[in-house]
Nanobody, 123 residues
């Protein structure tokens, strides 16, 4: 029902910024909760941020609060992740995800995934 394509990853020095974009091919994009996840080498995939259908109620992992901002523009079928004050521990492949319902936990239960985009933060 939805295809997701991430872009915007790259190499940045600690303290720098990047903005990731996720373009969705979905007939009813505004009906999906959207999230960002990441997976570092040798580690499990972890939740980063999520946003409700209307763009309100953003939710963040403690590790990125105050540094990352998730947003969406439903008219463009796009969700963004603005990453500021990047740290080496932010290095990971970042994935965009979508799900149709909130469920019990906005950080879990995502059904659709993008291919990922690499973010590397050097010290």
């Amino acid at each position: 029902q939805v295809q997701l394509v991430e872009s915007g990853g790259g190499l940045v020095q600690a303290g720098g910024s990047l903005r990731l974009s996720c373009a969705a091919s979905a007939r009813t994009f505004s009906t999906y909760y959207m999230g960002w996840f990441r997976q570092a080498p040798g580690k499990e995939r972890e939740f980063v941020a999520a946003i409700s259908r209307s763009g309100g109620s953003p939710y963040y992992a403690d590790s990125v609060k105050g540094r990352f901002t998730i947003s969406r523009v439903n008219t463009k079928n796009t969700v963004y992740l603005q990453m500021n004050l990047l740290k080496p521990e932010d290095t990971a492949v970042y994935y965009c995800a979508a799900k149709g319902e909130h469920g019990s936990d906005i950080s879990r239960g995502y059904n659709y995934w993008g291919q990922g985009t690499q973010v590397t933060v050097s010290s």
